[in-house]
Structure formats: structure tokens, C-alpha cells
């Protein structure tokens, strides 16, 4: 069967609803990744703080932990801490962000926002063709779903 669609944003959507339940949040994950590459320099520093404003704890310990494998100072896992850090990761600012998001993501997922809302959140802020690069990730996503993952 031919997969047709006119839309990239739109095959993302449906297969994210036709894998289980892991290949959809890995590509939910990439999703993320796409969208911050796609963030202007600019507003890194303010989507980061909204990223971490919502993380538990753990997560906060884990991206204090990576920021300390930055050589930025001695890790204290807290808000305040990483906010400082945050400008002088340099040109890692946009990893510290997407595992920061990415922590965010998980942590709505597991409060109840459904992985299609939060896809399509993110699907929206994407350009056409990072939306045609996710969509070739979906597929590959798709047919590693299909060939018999554990799911």
C-alpha cells in the first residue's frame, strides 16, 4: 500500500498514530529536537527558562549533571544554577535546551497531555523543510515499528 500525503506535518500525525507506544515517543522526541534547532539565538535563554521552571528534581539533577560534563563550574542541581550556566555552554546551549525540553515533554506526557497534542504543538512552529526531514524520520520510525520492535 502507497503512503500519499500532501502535507509532511500531516503523515508525521498519522504515524505517530499508527506505531506504539515507544517509536511514537521517540519520534515525539525528535519533534522537540527539530523545533529547537529551529529557535532563533536569541530566544534560547527564555525558552530554556520555561523548560526548566516545570522540572521535578531528578531532571533537575540530571541537566545539572550534564552541564557539570560542560566544564561550566561545579554543578548545583537547581534553577538558579542552571540559568547561569546557561550562556556560558556557548554553542551547547541548544543541546542543554533540547534535554531540558525533552524532560519537559516526558513529564507533560506522564501528567496526562496526550504525545498527539504535544506533537502537534510542536509541528507547528516547524518550517517545511524540517517538516519533510521529521517526516522522513517518521517513516524510517515507522518501519522500525513495523519489523518487530518490542512496542
Not at 81 to 98: D, Y
Not at 134 to 140: F, G, T
Request: proline fraction near 3%; charged fraction near 30%.
Amino acid at each position: 500500500m502507497a503512503l500519499c500525503f500532501i502535507d509532511p506535518a500531516d503523515a508525521i500525525r498519522a504515524i505517530a498514530d499508527s506505531v506504539g507506544r515507544e517509536a511514537r515517543r521517540q519520534l515525539l522526541g525528535e519533534a522537540v529536537r527539530a523545533w529547537v534547532d529551529e529557535i532563533p539565538d536569541d530566544e534560547l535563554e527564555s525558552h530554556y527558562a520555561r523548560a526548566i521552571a516545570e522540572l521535578d528534581e531528578h531532571d533537575i539533577s540530571m541537566l545539572a549533571a550534564w552541564h557539570a560534563s560542560m566544564d561550566v563550574g561545579h554543578p548545583v542541581p537547581n534553577r538558579d544554577f542552571l540559568m547561569a550556566a546557561f550562556g556560558s555552554l556557548g554553542q551547547h546551549r541548544r543541546e542543554a535546551l533540547k534535554l531540558a525540553a525533552g524532560f519537559r515533554g516526558e513529564e507533560a506526557v506522564d501528567r496526562g497531555l496526550t504525545e498527539e497534542h504535544a506533537l502537534d504543538t510542536v509541528l507547528d512552529w516547524l518550517s517545511g523543510p524540517r517538516l519533510m526531514e521529521l517526516a522522513v524520520e517518521a517513516v524510517q520510525l515507522y518501519i522500525w515499528d513495523r519489523a518487530g520492535s518490542d512496542n
